[in-house]
C-alpha cells in the first residue's frame, strides 16, 4: 500500500491533552457537587459528540445548559492548554513524513482558530498543508469536513491514511474511504479501539512503519 496522503487528528493523537480534559471536566463537576470520574472512566465513555458524553456524566442539559457547559469547558481548557505536549515521538515522525514527500493535515473537532494557534505555538505549522478544524466549540463531529477535504485532494480515497485515537475517527475514516489506524494512549481504551478491527498501534515510530 502506498500511501500519498495522511489525515491526522489533534486532541489525543498528536497532543497528549486527555489527562487535561479529563481534570477540566472534574473541575467543572466538582462546582456543581457532582463525583469525579477516573482515567479510566473517561477512556471507555468518552466519545462524539461530546453532548452525548455530558449526559452520561449526569449533567442535567435541561437546567444547565450545554451551550454553558461547552463554553465554561473551552475557558478552562485554553487557560491551561500550554501545560499539554506533544506526545514523544510527533515531531521526528511528521517531520519523517513530510521529509518523505506525503501531505500531511490535521482533522480536528477542535475550534479552528484555538487549532491553529495551538499548532503554531508547537512549531509544526509547517509540516501541514491544511489545519482543518470546526467553526464552533461543540465538537459534535468532523465528517462533513472529512467530506470536503477528501474531495479536494487528487488522491484515491486507499491512498490515504487516517490516523486517529477515537471510534469517530475511525467512523470518518469509513466515511470518506481512507484507511484508518488508531492509536492507543488518547481519549479512548484499547478496548474500544480494537472493536473497530483497523489497526491498534502503540506508537508513532509504528505509524512511520506503515507508511513504508
Ligand atoms: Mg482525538
Same mark, same amino acid.
Given at each position: 500500500? +502506498?500511501?500519498?496522503?495522511v489525515?491526522?487528528d489533534?486532541?489525543?493523537?498528536l497532543?497528549?491533552? +486527555?489527562?487535561?480534559c479529563?481534570e477540566v471536566m472534574n473541575g467543572?463537576?466538582?462546582?456543581?457537587a457532582?463525583?469525579?470520574?477516573?482515567?479510566e472512566?473517561?477512556?471507555?465513555e468518552f466519545?462524539?459528540?461530546?453532548?452525548d458524553?455530558?449526559r452520561?456524566?449526569?449533567?442535567?442539559?435541561?437546567r444547565d445548559p450545554f451551550?454553558?457547559i461547552?463554553?465554561?469547558?473551552?475557558g478552562?481548557?485554553?487557560r491551561?492548554?500550554?501545560e499539554?505536549?506533544l506526545?514523544?515521538?510527533?515531531?521526528?515522525?511528521v517531520e519523517?513524513?513530510?521529509?518523505?514527500?506525503l501531505?500531511?493535515?490535521?482533522?480536528?473537532?477542535h475550534?479552528?482558530?484555538?487549532?491553529?494557534e495551538?499548532v503554531?505555538?508547537?512549531?509544526?505549522s509547517?509540516?501541514?498543508s491544511q489545519?482543518?478544524?470546526?467553526?464552533?466549540i461543540y465538537?459534535?463531529?468532523?465528517?462533513?469536513n472529512g467530506?470536503?477535504?477528501?474531495?479536494?485532494l487528487?488522491?484515491a480515497?486507499?491512498?490515504v491514511? @487516517?490516523?486517529?485515537?477515537?471510534?469517530?475517527?475511525y467512523e470518518v475514516a469509513c466515511?470518506?474511504?481512507a484507511d484508518?489506524v488508531? @492509536?492507543?494512549g488518547?481519549?479512548?481504551s484499547?478496548?474500544?479501539?480494537?472493536?473497530c478491527g483497523?489497526?491498534?498501534?502503540?506508537?508513532?515510530?509504528?505509524?512511520?512503519?506503515?507508511?513504508?
Amino acid at each position: 500500500m +502506498a500511501y500519498r496522503h495522511v489525515i491526522w487528528d489533534w486532541n489525543g493523537t498528536l497532543l497528549d491533552d +486527555a489527562w487535561l480534559c479529563l481534570e477540566v471536566m472534574n473541575g467543572l463537576m466538582d462546582r456543581r457537587a457532582m463525583q469525579p470520574v477516573t482515567a479510566e472512566f473517561y477512556q471507555r465513555e468518552f466519545g462524539f459528540p461530546v453532548i452525548d458524553y455530558y449526559r452520561k456524566l449526569g449533567f442535567d442539559l435541561e437546567r444547565d445548559p450545554f451551550d454553558r457547559i461547552s463554553h465554561e469547558f473551552i475557558g478552562a481548557y485554553n487557560r491551561r492548554r500550554l501545560e499539554c505536549q506533544l506526545f514523544p515521538q510527533v515531531r521526528a515522525t511528521v517531520e519523517a513524513v513530510h521529509t518523505r514527500g506525503l501531505g500531511q493535515v490535521i482533522l480536528s473537532a477542535h475550534e479552528q482558530r484555538t487549532l491553529a494557534e495551538l499548532v503554531g505555538l508547537l512549531g509544526l505549522s509547517a509540516y501541514f498543508s491544511q489545519l482543518i478544524g470546526l467553526d464552533n466549540i461543540y465538537a459534535a463531529s468532523k465528517a462533513a469536513n472529512g467530506r470536503a477535504h477528501m474531495a479536494s485532494l487528487p488522491h484515491a480515497p486507499h491512498e490515504v491514511l @487516517l490516523v486517529g485515537d477515537t471510534t469517530h475517527d475511525y467512523e470518518v475514516a469509513c466515511e470518506i474511504g481512507a484507511d484508518c489506524v488508531l @492509536l492507543e494512549g488518547g481519549h479512548q481504551s484499547r478496548a474500544r479501539l480494537e472493536a473497530c478491527g483497523v489497526p491498534v498501534l502503540g506508537s508513532h515510530a509504528e505509524v512511520l512503519e506503515l507508511l513504508g
